[in-house]
């Protein structure tokens, strides 16, 4: 890897850090308008948690075009709407193919339980250039079944 290469690597994880949501955010509109129209993400119907608070959620996802490294990031909420909690993060592949996702994090125990829950799963790249800057490729919000698992 050279030089270049891993500073735009670090800066891109800096970023994608200060980007995380916050244990309580408010979702943005998604301008759609930035997106190619190849470029999608699912979430699955279910997501599971397990016995230690640890919760996953899973998807597929399809984008091109990407100017930098690239990554779908997810949230779930339960209850109240406005406190939403990130689930992870994973690198993802902008090739045009539809690729599998899954994000997992452990919550403190009994603050994601089984049961309906609502999920916002992101595909965004940071361009490698200049001042990195998130591009969304795309957006999903829809409701969940949280499992025991």
């Not at 244990?23 to 308008?33: E, G, I, K, L, N």
């Not at 045009?96 to 125990?109: F, Q, V, Y």
Request: aromatic share 4%; glycine share 10%.
């Amino acid at each position: 890897m050279s030089f270049r290469q891993a500073v735009g690597t670090a800066a891109g994880a800096a970023l994608l850090l200060l980007l995380a949501p916050s244990a309580v955010a408010v979702s943005a509109p998604h301008d759609s308008a930035r997106t190619a129209p190849s470029d999608e993400v699912t979430v699955d119907a279910t997501g599971t948690v397990a016995a230690d608070g640890t919760i996953t959620l899973s998807g597929t996802y399809r984008c091109t075009g990407a100017a930098g490294p690239v990554f779908v990031s997810s949230t779930v909420s339960q209850g109240d709407p406005l406190a939403s909690h990130p689930i992870g993060g994973s690198s993802a592949v902008c090739d045009g193919a539809e690729h599998r996702w899954s994000n997992s994090e452990k919550s403190a125990p009994r603050t994601l339980v089984p049961g309906p829950a609502h999920v916002e799963a992101t595909v965004f790249d940071i361009s490698a250039t200049g001042l990195p800057l998130p591009t969304v490729h795309a957006v999903r919000e829809q409701d969940v079944t949280v499992a025991q698992g």
